[in-house]
């Protein structure tokens, strides 16, 4: 079970944190991933981190700007977003990946969080 949180409200230039909290399964022996849905479109790949945080990938939209980091002790996964644009306003997910390593795609997730609302204002 995946818990996202740390959604909201935010203009143009601030900042957010989002979490993922896991249950349910060995956390620290999978890779994470954070995507995004912008209203009116499909989802899409923001990040992804490897099962020892050691590899990471980002989107090119966000690259610079957002940092995934996780905390294998605490079962979570963290998503720093800095510089938002309003272009960024989305449902994020995380999700766990079927194995060890950083995946891109969604195909190679197989367990989902519910989504938390991320509105960036102009």
């Known amino acids: 079970q995946l818990q996202a949180s740390g959604g909201g409200l935010v203009q143009a230039g601030g900042s957010l944190r989002l979490s993922c909290a896991a249950s349910?399964?060995?956390?620290?022996?999978?890779?994470m991933g954070w995507f995004r849905q912008p209203p009116g479109k499909e989802r899409e790949f923001v990040s992804t981190i490897s099962w020892s945080g050691g590899s990471t990938s980002y989107s090119d939209s966000v690259k610079g700007r957002f940092t995934i980091s996780r905390d294998n002790a605490k079962n979570t996964v963290y998503l720093q977003m800095n510089s938002l644009k309003p272009e960024d306003t989305a449902v994020y997910y995380c999700?766990?990946?079927?194995?060890?390593?950083?995946?891109?795609?969604?195909?190679?997730?197989?367990?989902w969080g519910q989504g938390t609302q991320v509105t960036v204002s102009s």
């Open positions: 349910g399964r060995i956390f620290s022996s999978y890779a």
């Open positions: 999700a766990s990946a079927r194995g060890r390593w950083a995946k891109t795609t969604d195909d190679e997730y197989d367990y």
